[in-house]
């Protein structure tokens, strides 16, 4: 059974940086694409980041391009999300997610596998 547990959320300042890390389990993750979306009640879930577990290719979406770095750790099983220079729009619940796609894709609706979120907040 997959499991996908993320940590690392929290309250930070605006301009301040937080790390998100996603603790995966319960198959081999060699050929998924694993993304980061995050969702603002009331709104729907969008798209932040992904990354190819084999060669580790990155997306970012534009809102996020240039301060937020998307990583893996092969032997850990684990995937990161460093968020540097964060906004208060940036404030929302991150949830982790695994697509068996061979290509990275930004559709949340696409992703097979889902985490239970940790929530950010930026103050201003």
């Known amino acids: 059974q997959v499991q996908l547990v993320e940590s690392g959320g929290g309250l930070v300042q605006a301009g301040g940086s937080l790390r998100l890390s996603c603790a995966a389990s319960?198959?081999?993750?060699?050929?998924?694409?694993m993304g980061w979306f995050r969702q603002v009640s009331g709104k729907e879930r969008e798209f932040v980041a992904a990354?190819?577990?084999?060669?580790?290719?990155?997306h970012y979406a534009d809102s996020v391009k240039g301060r937020f770095t998307i990583s893996r750790d092969i032997a850990k099983n684990t995937v990161s999300l460093e968020m540097n220079s964060l906004k208060p729009e940036d404030t929302a619940v991150y949830y982790c997610?695994?697509?068996?796609?061979?290509?990275?894709?930004?559709?949340?609706?696409?992703?097979?596998?889902w985490g239970q979120g940790t929530q950010v907040t930026v103050s201003s």
């Open positions: 997610a695994a697509d068996r796609r061979i290509n990275i894709v930004t559709p949340p609706k696409l992703y097979d596998y």
């Open positions: 319960g198959r081999t993750f060699s050929s998924y694409v």
């Open positions: 990354i190819k577990w084999s060669g580790g290719i990155t």
